[in-house]
């Protein structure tokens, strides 16, 4: 048996606290392992370096593990003020002058650029893919006294009723009901979708893993059970499965009589008003719709697969049912110019009171087709490095031009968010009135429903 003191590096706050999912679910297979785990989230328990040195030398570990989410936050007007790594460096430079024990990195951070990233950070291992396999392994092999490269290279990807159940930490789950009022699961790992910027199929595979629908549901009865957890948001990569799985989760949860609320991230294609209707008296309380483009031109250009009538057809479920839904759109992409920015902000008006968070620009990753189009349109050359922010903007624009025609358009509406500034602005003034959670669901407004 060893002793392992986990650590989540996220201390970012934007758009709300997340819970550390990630640390949870490694503390979970480090535990059935039969080691020792505590787990430490500066955001909850204090971003005190004093303190937490005098934690981590009183559980005396035999290894020390730093859980990495965010490379940086996707926001082409932070620049490197929204670069996570420095702050993560300085951390663990910090760590070393007072602990001898070895320090591992691992998280979907570490996965998008493992080299660099583990040079970057000066740690002594970095583990590739999912850590419930890997981190036992590497504590296992260095209790035993093996050499141990730096660099540990992905497990065999696990089969959905093979993922790790998350040791919750009752003073962490205290903390993010306090302060967004939900913590997180996952239902499924995986994507099939090709979205031309996206890592989530470089991180967790091409094709859908799914978990048992009732092994889910036990977790969530757990968590409101022992954890007093009324709110969840699902962090699967996409909710909605084009073969309707995910509706037998949301059949299982009716059949347990939940009670809960939750949300979670959805494909903005082949949702009826039947289905969200259903996921409604499951629980169901927002969407977040991974919309991305605002014009088919744009869409086509990130290789979506769908078109706008489909993100249309949603939206107007969404609001049938009074399902309050926030589209997150980037401008900018491959083939955007003039005339598909003035296209998409006209489809953007027809969204209605839906919620629209818009950015400007795409974070390109080195895993990303994007990335090679970046290549071939002379943005980036092949020896680039990604670590820090780079951000494609398409060639047929001018880029200051384009955010002064979203934020004219935007102006004067409380449900349009452009720049992304603007919404953590408005997220403040809504929390200093009490409010927690998704928050930007409560910028819109349904009318009342008639009752007899």
């Known amino acids: 048996m060893s002793r392992v003191f986990l650590i989540s590096s996220n201390t970012t706050t934007d758009p709300y606290p997340v819970y550390p999912l990630g640390m949870a679910v490694v503390a979970g297979a480090l535990q059935t392992a039969g080691h020792q785990v505590q787990q430490y989230d500066p955001l909850a328990q204090g971003e005190s370096m004093p303190q937490m040195l005098q934690l981590i030398k009183k559980f005396a570990p035999d290894l020390l593990a730093i ?56 740690v002594d291992h970095a583990i590739i893919g999912e850590g419930e396999r890997s981190l036992p392994q590497l504590v296992a092999d260095l209790a035993a006294g093996k050499e141990v490269p730096q660099l540990i290279q992905r497990s065999q990807p696990l089969p959905g009723d093979e993922f790790s159940t998350p040791l919750f930490d009752q003073e962490l789950v205290n903390f993010y009901l306090a302060q967004s009022g939900m913590v997180n699961l996952q239902t499924k790992r995986g994507c099939p979708h090709r979205c031309s910027y996206c890592s989530y199929p470089h991180l967790e595979g091409f094709h859908f893993r799914f978990r048992n629908p009732q092994l889910v549901v036990n977790e969530l009865e757990q968590l409101k059970r022992e954890h007093g957890v009324e709110r969840v948001f699902f962090t699967d990569s996409v909710f909605n499965d ?57 869409l086509a250009g990130l290789d979506k697969r769908l078109r706008f009538a489909d993100i249309l057809e949603v939206n107007r479920a969404c609001l049938d049912e009074h399902l309050p839904a926030a589209h997150f759109v980037m401008f900018g992409g491959p083939d955007e110019d003039d005339a598909s920015v003035s296209e998409g902000l006209k489809n953007m008006a027809q969204l209605g009171q839906s919620v629209v968070f818009a950015f400007s620009g795409i974070r390109i990753h080195p895993d990303a087709p994007l990335h090679q189009r970046a290549i071939a349109d002379g943005i980036v050359t092949a020896e680039t490095s990604l670590l820090k922010p780079v951000y494609y903007f398409s060639p047929l624009l001018d880029r200051e031009k384009m955010e002064q025609t979203i934020e004219a358009s935007f102006a004067g509406q409380r449900n349009r968010i452009f720049p992304p500034s603007k919404g953590m602005e408005r997220m403040e003034v809504m929390k200093g009135f009490g409010f927690c959670g998704l928050m930007w669901d409560r910028l819109i407004r349904f009318p009342r429903q008639k009752t007899l």
């Open 67 to 122: 859980s990495l989410r965010n490379i940086d936050n996707v926001d082409s007007f932070s620049g490197e003020d929204g670069w996570y790594l420095r702050k993560i460096k300085g951390f663990i430079a910090d760590i070393r002058q007072e602990i001898k024990a070895p320090i591992v990195v691992g998280g979907p951070a570490l996965t998008i650029l493992p080299e660099e990233i583990a040079e970057y950070l000066a």
């Open 242 to 298: 084009p073969h309707k799985e995910y509706l037998k989760l949301v059949e299982e949860m009716l059949s347990r009589d939940l009670d809960m609320q939750w949300s979670a991230f959805f494909r903005p294609q082949g949702l009826d008003r039947q289905e969200l209707a259903l996921m409604k008296r499951a629980g169901l309380y927002a969407l977040e719709l991974g919309t991305d483009a605002a014009a088919d031109q744009t």
